[in-house]
């Protein structure tokens, strides 16, 4: 058996602080701390986390990771057809903040963070239809900002507060093949997908970096196309393994997490990760099963929330914390 000096070329280091990039299974005696610590693994898993506190579906959010979140619009318990409530989240609960300017549901939503959050297009009950709206929200108010070009409902949102694409959406008779990019200030019509469905996922950095998957395409209800955009071109990549409808995600357009939906078996709670070229299913599923979560991309690969959706009907108000297979740190003790 090969030692340790044998595998890394020295012996156990002492160190005043931990090393800034360690490899893993790097051993390193912390001088400071007067611990000795290593790089090992972390496997994936789901967790509980708060309630929200108006349960919904077809809602608005985005996330930093599992400690910073938003959610915002959507639809409740009946009766209650459509809210403008936003919610904030912190690791544990969810926090009451200002109300969006026009309620709505099944509306896209982009951002980072739950100080920089965008919605927009969705659905307003009582002779409205399919609305148009775009507000952006700083952390303490929403503001009204440039429309749509096309009043759609039921599809994604991907990127950021001012770099953002809008699709996958309804909109009769439009195409649901239709896509429109935001650049901070105004949407512009851009390339259509290749594939034309509804009620897809979509995650990425910004309008030029966007992976979008899964929906219901006019010849699949639960499709597992997956297509990648570089801002000029979209492409075909490849597969979920378990074709979908409305689940969410996190990451990026080249690290991501698939999870939740429905099939034609029901609400799911399979979980997929994506490495750039393939996704692969995760032993770790969800604790309960959810869909209908259309909010943009709510986190990273490694750290990201599922809140709300319909489980299995109406609005849920759970919420499933997810943390990646990663690298970590980690603490040697005698017990």
């Known amino acids: 058996m090969a030692t340790y000096k044998e595998i890394f070329g020295t012996n156990i280091e002492v160190l005043a602080s931990d090393p800034a ?22 496997t994936a898993s789901w967790a509980t986390g708060g309630n929200i506190n108006l349960a919904r579906h077809s809602a608005g959010g985005t996330a930093t990771n599992t400690t910073s979140a938003l959610m915002f619009a959507g639809r409740g318990e009946p009766p209650l057809p459509k809210t403008a409530d936003t919610e904030s989240y ?52 929403w503001t009204g900002l440039s429309s749509v070009n096309t009043a ?69 209800p639960y499709t597992g196309l997956t297509e990648s955009w570089n801002g000029s071109t979209w492409t075909e990549v490849g597969d979920l393994n378990t074709g979908r409808d409305r689940p969410n995600c996190g990451g990026t357009y080249t690290d991501a997490v698939v999870f939740g939906g429905r099939d034609s078996g029901g609400h799911l709670t399979a979980t997929e990760t994506w490495n750039g070229t393939s996704w692969s299913t995760s032993p770790a599923t969800m604790p309960s099963a959810q869909s209908r979560m259309e909010s943009g991309p709510m986190g990273t690969a490694t750290s990201a929330i599922s809140a709300g959706g319909a489980n ?24």
Request: charge should be negative; glycine fraction near 18%.
């Open 152 to 220: 759609r409902r039921n599809g994604p949102g991907g990127g950021t507060q001012t770099s953002a694409l809008f699709m996958m959406a309804y909109a009769s008779p439009t195409t649901p093949g239709l896509v429109e990019s935001w650049n901070g200030t105004s949407w512009t019509e851009t390339t259509d997908i290749n594939s034309a469905r509804t009620g897809g996922s979509v995650t990425g950095s910004s309008n030029t970096e966007i992976l979008a998957f899964g929906g219901e395409s006019p010849t699949n």
């Open 312 to 335: 299995p009907v109406n609005g849920a108000n759970i919420t499933q914390e997810w943390s990646g297979a990663a690298p970590t740190t980690v603490t040697f003790t005698d017990s």
């Open 21 to 42: 990039n360690p490899l893993q299974g790097q051993v390193w005696y912390n001088s400071t701390d007067n611990v000795v610590k290593g790089l090992g693994f972390q």
């Open 90 to 141: 912190n690791g544990s609960s969810w926090t009451e903040v200002s109300n969006m300017g026009t309620a709505r549901y099944g509306l896209g939503s982009s951002g980072d963070s739950n100080t920089a959050a965008l919605g927009f297009g969705g659905y307003i009950t009582g002779g409205g239809g399919n609305f148009s709206g775009t507000e952006s929200y700083n952390g303490t108010s």
